[in-house]
């Protein structure tokens, strides 16, 4: 096996919105990075201009996204989530409040015994994220 990377694909009221969102994600952490965004271009299946395929990177881990606008029975769902270890109580908060607006908290900022302070929280993209204060 050469490797395994997470890929993401936005559809529904979500499609088309690949880009704004890996911009976004990109923007929140530390060593992210967008490595290759290809569009579709006018004649393909999809509209032009949206992400055919990107590649990105969030804190050095790589990750891919797509738009499909076509008609599918799925979108995100919070039972796949992407979890983050933050170093300090300032950085959760900061992502943990940039995530979650325009989304919905599933589980607040709190200690939960498990950790010190823990989040979990579904964008405004539909992408659920787990956030957790390393000890």
């Known amino acids: 096996m050469k490797s395994i990377k997470t890929s993401l694909m936005f559809v529904g009221e979500k499609a088309g919105k690949a880009e704004e969102a890996?911009?976004?994600?990109t923007s929140l952490f530390p060593d992210s990075e967008i490595i290759d965004l290809q569009r579709y271009e006018a004649g393909e299946h999809e509209p032009e201009g949206s992400a055919k395929m990107a590649r990105f990177t969030i804190s050095g881990t790589e990750f891919m996204a797509l738009d499909?606008?076509?008609d599918h029975p799925f979108?995100?769902?919070?039972?796949?989530s992407l979890y983050v270890e933050c170093e300090s109580m300032s950085e959760i908060e900061k992502a943990f409040r940039a995530l979650a607006e325009g989304g919905?908290?599933?589980m607040p900022l709190d200690n939960?015994?498990?950790?010190?302070?823990?989040?979990w929280l579904k964008d405004k993209y539909g992408v659920s994220w787990q956030l957790n204060l390393s000890n």
């Open 104 to 106: 919905s908290e599933l």
């Open 22 to 25: 890996i911009k976004f994600y």
């Open 68 to 70: 499909s606008h076509l």
């Open 75 to 80: 979108t995100f769902t919070p039972s796949m």
């Open 112 to 119: 939960y015994g498990f950790s010190q302070k823990f989040g």
